[in-house]
């Protein structure tokens, strides 16, 4: 394990960070390598979905599910094109987009208040009925200027995360 | 019927609740609709309601790093030969080291199996008649046989403290790296201890002997095995050894029953458990299992730091078996390690039991510098309750 990031050359780093548009510099993409390689258990190229549920606090993540169906089986290079959007360096249309990823589910480029209403369901759980839920999300659809039948869009999306402060930042550990 | 839904105070609608891992911690529901609530701050947009940023950060840092995984990565010692110079000496010490005091090793520990197995056999089926003397003999050999397994690695164990007394109604707590943290403190003192269910030789119980489960390491023959594993539970039954099994939920009763039993006896020896239940690579502590701390009885900490100068003393059981990490051990210069013998601790009135387990958990973190983690060491084997990821669900309040 320990000189696995000797397999990674110059040049696969270079294509590396190509493909997730230098949002990462050399020694984060050595650094994610190496994690890669640690999660890929089993050895076999890829990270499966039951070794992401290894990580306990990947698996208590009430998105844990929604997730593993955007990471799960990706190549190294999709794999940092995926984390890219945590990157300190990221704008804000591409934290936007990842979000949006997330909650358009079947990938049809958009998102209806059903896909809303799961992802709000998977994340309070019991805490909250169908009916509240659908109340919430009704009114402040209607008070964004949006209803119930409207589809959004990656650019509403974009616009409405524009004013945001979001700060969605993962550090990559380099050592 | 008007109604507005209210922000939290730190302006963020979501925001996780840090779980509490244990069974007995808070009730995570009581806690989240309890009257503290903070009340309506500012105006939630649709913006509110769809970022779900924070637990997209959270998955995605755990992605990139997590704690747990930390636990039980294997460090190996910092390569030290790659230089043209130093190269030659690293190559004479493989030789010295293989071809010299491995074989010297394995002599060693033949020698101190055959004195031990021709001592004990005959204490243990003659002087039937002598329990207190048999007892006192069996104690003895096996502390020998410790002593030889500790010779056999050029083991360098300096122990720090007052010597364990062999008084009753006290047990013994110590982190866990390998299965020779038993050895080294075996060597002391006599301890009963509780221990898994091993696959292989390395624990083959009576239990493992009737379902004779093909071993980890498939080289060893089922008749040596089967010899193996007589021997072991002989052994370890002749110093009191509690078996349980990890998959097992109905067996942790008995065994918190038979622990009981055997701390408040008289003339058991003392009882040595490990409470982390997993061994972790050294650096860090996972969460004690409270089973220790609930015996009534006073709990004397033991802290063990091994060395990494030489080798790497955590056995990964996911990657090498016993005897891959017992070769490794006795092909290394030497096992070099620190044990802190600390001060009993007992249970502070209204302390809970979890309580106890954390306070003397930091004791043991701190003395042998390790790091402390928030985890059950158990999650290796299972993954997460869904009440956990419960805890972890936010709601809003409507007003």
């Given amino acids: 394990m320990g000189n696995s990031s000797s397999v ?67 190549n190294f290079k999709d794999f940092v094109a995926f984390l890219s959007a945590f990157s300190a360096r990221a704008s804000m249309e591409q934290k936007a987009g990842l979000i949006f990823k997330v909650y358009d589910s079947d990938g049809n480029g958009k998102v209806t208040f059903n896909d809303i209403l799961e992802v709000l369901g998977d994340m309070t759980g019991s805490f909250m009925s169908n009916e509240q839920k659908e109340m919430i999300l009704t009114q402040l659809l209607e008070e964004a200027g949006y209803s119930k039948e409207s589809y959004l869009f990656l650019d509403d999306f974009v616009k409405i995360f524009a004013k945001s402060d979001m700060k969605m930042e993962v550090e990559i550990p380099v050592d | 019927m008007h109604e507005s839904i209210s922000k939290s105070e730190d302006g963020k609608l979501y925001s996780s609740v840090n779980s509490e891992l244990d069974a007995d911690g808070p009730i995570i529901e009581e806690y989240l609709f309890s009257e ?68 010297i090793r394995v002599l060693t520990l033949t020698i101190g199996w055959i004195i031990f197995l021709s001592l004990y056999m005959p204490v243990h089926f003659l002087l039937k008649g002598h329990e207190k003397l048999r007892k006192k003999l069996e104690r003895s050999l096996v502390e020998l046989i410790c002593s030889f397994f500790v010779a056999s690695w050029t083991g360098v164990i300096n122990y720090h403290g007052p010597r364990p007394s062999m008084r009753t109604k006290q047990v013994f707590v110590a982190n866990h790296t390998s299965m020779i943290d038993f050895i080294i403190l075996e060597q002391m003192t006599a301890f009963a201890v509780i221990m898994q269910k091993h696959p292989g030789w390395v624990g083959l119980s009576m239990r493992g002997l009737r379902h004779s489960r093909p071993n980890l390491n498939g080289e060893l023959a089922l008749k040596e095995q089967v010899l193996l594993g007589l021997l072991q539970s002989t052994i370890l039954e002749s110093v009191g050894c509690i078996w349980f099994n990890r998959s097992e939920e109905k067996d942790r ?60 003393a955590f056995w990964n059981s996911r990657k090498q078996s016993f005897t891959t990490h017992l070769l490794q051990l006795m092909t290394s210069w030497a096992v070099v390690c620190d044990v802190w013998f600390l001060e009993p601790q007992t249970l502070r009135p209204g302390e809970t039991p979890i309580a106890f387990a954390e306070r003397v958990r930091k004791m043991i973190s701190d003395r042998a510098g390790l790091k402390m983690v928030p985890w059950d060491g158990f999650l290796k084997y299972s993954r997460p309750k869904p009440r956990l990821t419960e805890s972890k669900y936010v709601f809003f309040k409507i007003i």
Wanted: aromatic share 12%.
């Fill in chain 1, 8 to 74: 990674l050359t110059q040049y696969d780093i270079e294509e590396v960070q190509e493909h997730c548009n230098r949002l990462f510099n050399q020694q984060e993409i050595v650094s994610l390598y190496q994690r890669y390689c640690q999660l890929d258990r089993s050895g076999k190229g890829f990270i499966s979905a039951d070794e992401f549920m290894c990580v306990p606090e990947f698996a208590m993540n009430p998105l844990a599910q929604r997730l593993l169906k955007m990471v799960d089986g990706l």
């Fill in chain 2, 253 to 312: 009763a008995i065994v918190t029953k038979k622990l009981r039993e055997h701390v408040h006896g008289s003339d058991n020896n003392p009882l040595l458990i490990f409470p982390e239940g997993t061994c972790v690579n050294n650096e860090y502590t996972v969460m004690f299992k409270k089973g220790a701390f609930e015996l009534d009885c006073p709990v004397c900490p033991v802290a063990i730091k091994y060395n990494k100068i030489f080798v790497d």
């Fill in chain 2, 36 to 103: 503290s609530l903070p009340q309506s701050y500012g105006k939630l947009h649709l913006r509110d309601l769809i970022d779900i940023s924070p637990f997209l950060t959270e998955a995605a840092g755990a992605i990139v790093d997590d704690s747990f995984t930390r636990c039980f990565k294997s460090n190996p010692p910092e390569p030290w030969n790659w230089n043209i110079y130093l190269f030659p000496l690293w190559c004479c010490g493989v030789v010295v080291r293989y071809c010299i005091l491995f074989p």
